[in-house]
Each structure stands twice: as C-alpha cells, then as structure tokens.
C-alpha cells in the first residue's frame, strides 16, 4: 500500500539523485515520489560551481526559483540574474541553457512533465 504522507529532507534525499527529490526517477516506482507529470530538485551550489556545456530539453518546461544567494543562467538570446529571494526563471522545451552560482545559492527547480532521457547536452 503507498503511503498517504511522506516527509523528509530536500537536500538529503536529493544527494543520491543530483538534487532532485520527486520525478520518474524516484524508485520504487509505488512511492509517491515516483511521477511522470513532474520534477522536483533542491540545488546547492558554492560560489564558482558553474555548468558550461548547454543543455536542453526536447519536451519539459523549466522553472527555476532562487531561495538564496544570486545565480546566473544563461540562454541563447538572454541572460537572467536572479538575485532576491524568489526570484524565478521558466524557459520551455527546446531552449538550451547553462549556469553559474555568483555567490553561495540554493536553487528549487520544478521540470514538467518528467521523462526519461529529455534533457540531453548541445552543442
């Protein structure tokens, strides 16, 4: 039977997941954390950690909300600092991106829907 209610920790469930705490990746696949409609991560990054390779999805929207710190992602055609506490950023599939932490920050990021191998890095 799954359970009704489950609680826990962000950043220490998401350590054996690269952050992310809800999504289909989360098994057994009879956890509620386990779904296909969407992703969850708690990110924490030092200041400097940066990924510069782009990457993208093919069919998931993105939504980024910054809890702390300020942090830079960047787009093809923009750039977007997000620098107060709630700060947020939403790109939709297709739209490659990269990263850096300007300072120490945590990042909460929903993905919708989640599928199995949509993010791929580009060129």
Sequence with gaps: MQPKVI???????????W????GHFVTPTDDPRSTTDLEV????????DSRNQWATNEEATTLSILIKGRFRLQF??????????????????????????L??????????????GDSIEVG
């Design 7 to 17: 609680f826990g920790n962000a950043q220490t469930e998401g350590k054996k997941r």
């Design 19 to 22: 952050g992310w705490i809800l």
């Design 41 to 48: 991560k708690w990110a924490v990054h030092q200041a400097g």
């Design 76 to 101: 093809p055609e923009d750039e977007v600092l997000l620098s107060s506490e709630g700060d947020y950023v939403l790109w939709v599939p297709g739209v490659a991106h990269s990263w850096s932490a």
């Design 103 to 116: 300072e120490d920050s945590i990042i909460l990021t929903v993905r919708w829907p989640s599928i199995s």
